[in-house]
């Protein structure tokens, strides 16, 4: 195997610098044309573009800096200790960002991000104070990276480059279904626009086509709640059981698509608790803790009692599911509860919605299913892209695995 050579990321840059932030209260600081970014962007991933912008005066009167793109960010303060980035664009950042600017003679950006991530935790442990937990420049710095020779490195990181490159595209695929999908539910449900040249008639909620009817959620699905198994019984959790999903679960992943949650229950579990299990296609929404986690059930699966869900029966499982997005703020103004709020049962069974012909329903399901299984094998391959990469990554950044042995 090629020798790697042992190296403080220090002595691998050509530049290590934090940022700064313009003082708050000055609005002439803000709103401008210049990237910002804070710590709570940084997740492994590539940065394009930044939640927030600076002026040039905020630039000018604060300890902000202009960070060359392709540079190594490492996030510094508290819950995002350790985690990195890439920035695909010149920015500028926050004091709790460590900057690298890595010396391309000696190391190839990327693959410097990578053994990074490969060693988030070894480098995280390192953050010490009191009640938030941070690193200092310094101990990145004397931070430790192994580096075969820059060829050897290149390839390495293209591998793993060219396989988030693909997970990036898919995802940027799967926003513009979706676009396509919220733009397919609006308008035939909020502006009607394949019915406009037929008669309309009122409702109380305005103008609806004729022979169309305001109804109960209720009417068009079945609301079902779910139940949590004893905590105290290990023999009630398991890793291969029934599928169970916690809001937790949704806080994490936020997919559209759900097969499971972290730890499945035992037939036992499930017996001895108020869990329900449902079908493909169950649109599970979560009813506190917080309101408004929404996912579609991949497969059959339970929930704990912080959902509500949606099981298709007049309507199916696009109109459910966009009827329930595009309806949470109402949801949440209606919920009660007084250490949190929670949206009952009989709270979603009785809220409103337009019931248009089951014909009308069926024709949209029918078209709005086509995105959906567009949108769901994109998502699998994304899920076992990334597999593929969190498998590789600690092989070839170990030297375990040779880029030779790997059949591409």
Known sequence: MQEWRTYRIGDICKRVCSGGTPKSTEPSYYDGEIPWLNTKEINFNRISSTE?????????????????????????????????????IPLTTNQACCNLSIDETKADYRFVYYWLCSHYTELASLANGG??????????????????????????????????????????????LEQQAQALYKSWFVDFEPFKNGKFVDSEQG??????????????????????PSKSRTDFYCKNGIAWLTPKDLSVSKAKFTAKGAE???????????????????VLFSSRAPIGYITIAKNEISTNQGFKSAVPRIAGTGYLYYYLKSNISTIESKASGSTFKEA?????????????PTQILNDF????????????????????????????????????????EIDC
């Open 52 to 88: 927030k912008h600076i002026t040039q005066s905020g630039l000018d009167n604060s300890s902000a800096k202009w960070i060359d793109k392709n540079s190594v960010i490492v996030a510094m303060y508290g819950a995002t200790a350790a985690k990195v980035a890439i920035n695909t």
């Open 207 to 228: 103008l609806i086509p004729e022979g169309w009817r305001i109804g109960e959620f209720s009417e068009i699905c079945d609301i079902v709640g779910g139940g949590t």
């Open 344 to 356: 009952s049962g009989a709270l979603m069974k009785s809220l409103k919605v337009i019931v248009p």
């Open 264 to 282: 499945d229950i035992t037939l036992e579990g499930y017996n001895s608790s108020s869990a329900k299990l449902m079908p493909r296609g169950a």
């Open 365 to 404: 399901e029918k078209e709005i299913d086509a995105l959906f299984r567009k949108q769901e094998l994109l998502d699998d391959e994304i899920i076992n892209l990334a597999i593929m990469r969190d498998t590789l990554l600690p092989k070839l950044m170990s030297g375990e695995l040779t880029i030779n």
């Open 131 to 176: 009640a938030q937990q941070n690193l200092n420049a310094q101990q990145i710095k004397d931070f430790e990276i192994k580096l075969p020779e820059i060829q050897i490195q290149q390839k390495i990181a293209d591998l793993l480059w060219s396989i988030d490159n693909k997970i990036i595209c898919n995802k940027s695929i799967n926003d513009n």
